[in-house]
């Protein structure tokens, strides 16, 4: 690999991607609590808002198979419309290509529903076309674990990076004096990031003697 594949990502050089999110799609992940992707898909999506990341949202087979993207992720960003495709893999698809190729980042970051095929498949011809993937494990669920794994193993035997939802909003922050975004990202892990986020309110009510979340939040400390 190339020292680049090692580069750290910030909210400049990467762009977030979120592959077929959708029922159907959801009622055959088996390799992932499904309550939890859903936790860790929408924590990645607020992060990649909080920094301004741009985000490319497409779906198969809206209205023939597999249902609307998730609401809860769509809201997040309002007016932006999924592509929609026919192709199991993205990068089969035209409009998806371009709008990868419009905003012209190197670094891919993309999580996807299944793994063995919605992740996989764009994975590999992404990096074919002289991308870099990284993989968002936990946001991303298999149809068994042995299914996610191989394909898991797949990419990154081609090149890819695994990380994890959680892993890319502090690699995105870095430095918890960009003031900026710290508010939000500790909003974040809140509400996402289950004993991180504990010990986050632990900190602020028992070690700063901070009013409890939401109460901090709405009056401003």
């Known amino acids: 690999m190339s020292d680049a594949i090692h580069g750290l990502l910030d909210p400049k050089n990467c762009t977030i991607i979120f592959i077929d999110h959708q029922p159907q799609m959801t009622f055959g992940v088996t390799s992932i609590d499904r309550q939890a992707l859903l936790n860790n898909t929408i924590g990645l999506a607020k992060a990649a808002k909080v920094f301004n990341v741009p985000v490319i949202l497409t779906t198969v087979e809206t209205e023939a198979f597999s249902g609307n993207m998730w609401p809860q992720l769509t809201e997040l960003f309002p007016g932006q419309k999924p592509i929609e495709r026919t192709s199991m893999n993205s990068w089969g698809d035209k409009k998806f290509v371009a709008e990868v190729e419009r905003i012209g980042r190197k670094k891919l970051v993309i999580a996807a529903l299944w793994t063995e095929v919605c992740l996989a498949f764009p994975a590999i011809q992404a990096m074919e076309a002289g991308y870099e993937v990284y993989a968002v494990e936990d946001a991303s669920g298999g149809t068994s674990e ?74 401003g400390h």
Do not use: F, N
């Open 146 to 219: 042995v299914a996610h794994r191989c394909a898991m193993q797949r990419v990154v035997q081609a090149g890819a990076v695994p990380v994890t939802w959680q892993q890319v909003m502090l690699e995105l922050q870095q430095d918890w004096a960009r003031r900026e975004t710290y508010d939000a990202v500790m909003k974040i892990a809140l509400e996402h990031s289950g004993a991180y986020g504990q010990g986050v309110e632990y900190a602020y009510t028992m070690v700063h003697k901070q009013p409890p979340y939401p109460t901090r939040l709405k009056a």
